[in-house]
C-alpha cells in the first residue's frame, strides 16, 4: 500500500460503510475502524444493526474516508473503495485485531471501564475488510501535470 495513503488511513477514526440488503437497497452507516498491519480494515459492530445483518448475508461493501480543512476547500484527501467484509469467527485472530484498534483509540481507556469493554467484547461482532479497489485522492499530490488520484486494485492493495 503506497505510504501516504497508509498513513492517511492510520490517521483517520471513521469510515462511512455502504451495504445492501437481500433486495438490493442500499444502507450506510459510520463505524469507527483501524487499519490492520495486513492493509485490512477491521471494525466490530453489533450483530443486530441493518450493515451487520447485510455483510453476514452478502460480504461485499463499498467504504469512504474522507478529510477536507474547512478553511481551504482545495485541501483535501478522501478514499473510496469496495472489498469483501468478513465476519472473524476466530477468536485469537480478533483479539489480535481488537487490541490494534483500541491502540487507535487511546482515549476509549479513559471513558470506557475495562466491564464496559468486556461487555461490547462479548456483544459485539468483528468484521474486517479485504479491499479490492481503492480511489485515493490527496490534493497535496497535485503537481499541475499529475491528477491527485491515484488508483489501487487487488493485489496492489
Not at 474522507?66 to 483535501?76: A, K, M, Q, V
Request: charged letters at 20%.
Amino acid at each position: 500500500m503506497e505510504k501516504s495513503l497508509r498513513t492517511f488511513l492510520e490517521g483517520q477514526k471513521v469510515l462511512t460503510l455502504a451495504t445492501t440488503d437481500e433486495n438490493n437497497d442500499p444502507w450506510v452507516a459510520n463505524v469507527y475502524y483501524s487499519l490492520t498491519k495486513t492493509n485490512q480494515l477491521f471494525f466490530a459492530s453489533s450483530p443486530d444493526t441493518n450493515h451487520s445483518k447485510h455483510v453476514f448475508a452478502k460480504g461485499t461493501v463499498a467504504f469512504s474516508v474522507s478529510w477536507f480543512n474547512p478553511d481551504n476547500i482545495g485541501d483535501r484527501v478522501a478514499v473510496q473503495g469496495k472489498g469483501i467484509c468478513e465476519k472473524l469467527t476466530d477468536p485469537i485472530t480478533a483479539i489480535k485485531f481488537l487490541k490494534t484498534h483500541y491502540s487507535f483509540f487511546p482515549t476509549w481507556g479513559e471513558v470506557l471501564t475495562n466491564k464496559q469493554i468486556r461487555e461490547q467484547i462479548l456483544n459485539a461482532r468483528f468484521y474486517v475488510i479485504t479491499p479490492t479497489y481503492i480511489k485515493f485522492w490527496n490534493d497535496t499530490l497535485f503537481t499541475g501535470e499529475k491528477p491527485p488520484v491515484r488508483e489501487f486494485f487487488f493485489g496492489e492493495v
